[in-house]
């Protein structure tokens, strides 16, 4: 029994404490959970705030982008009517004209705003053509592009209208110039300008080429170029052609154009008395005291295969005197201008073929006779060195001394007048380094002087040749006219 009266005593003690402990219990937690309701609205109301201000925020910045984006497309909508307009007055211009847009820019105002327009043609080109100057295109099409800008432009981009616009039938031809160089390569970079019937200009691209695709048809265009130290194989700097332009084809110009050489030149003259006939011992040895004598030409030859002619140029390095001038001293003279061919050139004393040194019977040529200069793009070459034949002309009276102040002229086979000669101790001539050629005249005269001698001689041995003009001579003696002394 009193185990089970305590049995009821504990669980009755438990249920009532049982239910002590759940009315405390309610009343705090009803307490806390109403403090946690006041803080929670606080908060609710706070984050409500934020998410109204972030929403009209957004609904604001949206009207501006909007109202932006409005007028954007507004004012793109004007610049598509003033590209409009800009293509229908292009397409009421002539091919000539429209063959010109360069891509200049226009300024035009539109409904308050400043508009750039830039309009541009070009012909049609095959795209599967070969690259260069015979790309195939089309000489009737032209594609003219008009690109509209403005400030600000904004998110927009420019507009741009396109149209192709076809030649007039059986009006038109093409042009192709090619510039090359001497290895057969393009040379770039070279403005080409076209005169005639139509004025264009273009410059030569990395194949050289220049190129006008659509030209009125008619006769008499011009072309030229130049630039500076370049020269076509005849040494010419600006180069000029006229032409026609046929209907319907294609006229191709080419032309070699390469940067120019230089030669450096020294002529001379050798004696050794053992070689020359007819004459004394004390004759040679003045000339054999100086050794090689350096002499004036005058003028020179540059010869070349790929030239109908030979080039002649004036050399005038100084009077002709005979001076003691070691082998290595420097060139007397020299020749610019001069196209760098692959092969040398055939260099001789004097202005014509006349002059180039040939072998006469039972006479040799020395290895110098006829120089031979490789000319390099823009380089100057080696110094040439030439020898010319020499020829003693003694100057003599039977009726006595010749003055020293007697000259002696020589005209050459190509007619070049040689400057006045004076003569040395011996009376003889104090240069004998003459060209080559048959039939030089050689006069001697007494400045002024109204008579004169001369004789007609060949100088073609280069060991030495020797003419006496005798001032008692009368068929050597002649009497200045109208045309002066040794005329």
């Keep these: 029994m009193h185990r089970t009266q305590v049995r009821r005593w504990d669980a009755d ?10 009315a405390r219990f309610r009343t705090r937690v009803v307490a806390r959970l109403r403090d946690e309701e006041d803080g929670s609205l606080l908060v609710e109301v706070m984050i409500t705030a934020a998410l109204l201000v972030m929403v009209s925020l957004g609904v604001l910045v949206s009207f501006d982008a909007a109202s932006a984006q409005s007028g954007e497309q507004k004012v793109q909508a004007v610049a598509v009517d003033v590209a409009q307009t800009e293509m229908d007055e292009l397409r009421g211009a002539s091919f000539d004209t429209l063959r010109g847009l ?23 080109v095959d795209a599967n053509g ?6 195939p295109r089309n000489r009737d099409l032209l594609r003219v592009t008009t690109t509209v800008s403005w400030t600000p432009m904004g998110t927009r981009r420019p507009v741009t209208v396109e149209s192709l616009v076809a030649a007039p039938v059986g009006a038109s031809g093409a042009l192709i110039v090619q510039v090359l160089n001497r290895n057969a ?23 050289g080429c220049a190129r006008w695709d659509t030209l009125p048809a008619g006769r008499n265009y011009a ?7 370049y020269v076509d194989p005849e040494g010419v700097n600006a180069v000029t052609k006229t032409f026609d332009v046929p209907a319907e084809q294609t006229k191709v110009l080419t032309f070699e154009y390469d940067r120019a050489g230089t030669v450096p030149l020294r002529f001379y003259s050798e004696l050794d008395e053992d070689d020359i006939p007819d004459i004394d011992e004390d004759e ?12 004036d030409p005058e003028r020179v030859s540059f010869e070349h295969s790929r030239l109908p002619l030979p080039r002649a140029f004036d050399l005038n390095v100084g009077p002709p005197s005979p001076r003691p001038s070691p082998w290595d001293a420097p060139a007397a003279g020299s020749v610019g201008g001069l196209f760098p061919f692959t092969s040398p050139y055939a260099v001789y004393a004097d202005g014509c073929a006349a002059a180039k040194p040939a072998s006469p019977p039972a006479v040799s040529l020395p290895s110098d006779a006829i120089g031979a200069a490789t000319v390099a793009p823009g380089a100057t070459s080696a110094t040439q060195r030439i020898r010319l034949p020499p020829l003693i ?15 002696v002229r020589v005209t050459t086979a190509c007619g ?20 080559f050629g048959l039939g030089l005249s050689v006069c001697a005269f007494k400045p002024p002087g109204s008579n004169y001698v001369v004789r007609q001689v060949d100088n073609v041995r280069y060991d030495g040749s020797v003419v006496t003009l005798d001032l008692g001579d009368p068929l050597q003696q002649r009497t200045t006219g109208a045309a002066g002394v040794c005329a």
Aim: proline share 7%.
């Design 13 to 22: 003690g438990d249920l009532e404490m049982t239910r002590r402990l759940s």
């Design 102 to 124: 360069n891509g200049t820019p226009v300024q035009r105002q539109s409904g308050g705003i400043d508009f750039t327009i830039v309009s541009r043609a070009e012909q049609v």
């Design 130 to 135: 070969p690259v260069g100057c015979a790309t």
């Design 185 to 207: 390569t393009g040379v770039p970079g070279i403005v080409v300008n076209l005169s005639g019937p139509s004025t264009a200009s273009a410059t030569t691209d990395a194949n």
């Design 223 to 229: 072309l030229g170029f130049s630039s500076a130290g």
């Design 284 to 295: 040679v040895e003045w000339y054999e005291d100086f050794g090689r004598i350096y002499t």
């Design 393 to 407: 002309v003694r100057v003599r009276n039977s009726a006595g001394s010749v003055p020293a102040s007697y000259r």
């Design 416 to 435: 070049t007048v040689l400057p006045d000669r004076e003569l040395n101790q011996d009376r003889n001539i104090a240069d004998p380094g003459l060209p």
